[in-house]
């Protein structure tokens, strides 16, 4: 291995030590419906309609599911418009 192959094996390892993979969860509420919940899940996470149903599933028979997954960066704007549809939501 050279030396340029070493230094971009090195910076990779460390940007993948630097990214936390997070989880982003939806709750169970005994408020939202389905319909309201499945379109959130499509409109913020861009799930497709089946995608989002069965999690939307996951969420009523689980009581949560991940939704999403990524850095904290990438999944807080999510959380957020999650949470301001009415639907509780957290990055784990």
């Known amino acids: 291995m050279t030396s340029v192959e070493e ?13 936390e993979v997070r989880d982003l969860v939806v709750y169970n509420d005994d408020f939202n419906t389905f319909d309201h919940v ?16 069965q999690c939307t599933w996951l969420i009523h028979y689980k009581g949560k599911c991940t939704v999403k997954t990524g850095s904290w960066d990438e999944l807080k704007p999510q959380r957020d418009a999650i949470c301001e549809a009415g639907i509780d939501a957290k990055i784990i």
Do not use: F, G, Y
């Open 38 to 53: 499945i379109a959130t899940l499509i409109r913020v996470c861009k799930h497709s309609p089946e995608q989002a149903e």
């Open 7 to 19: 230094k971009e094996l090195t910076d990779l390892l460390e940007a993948i030590e630097i990214t």
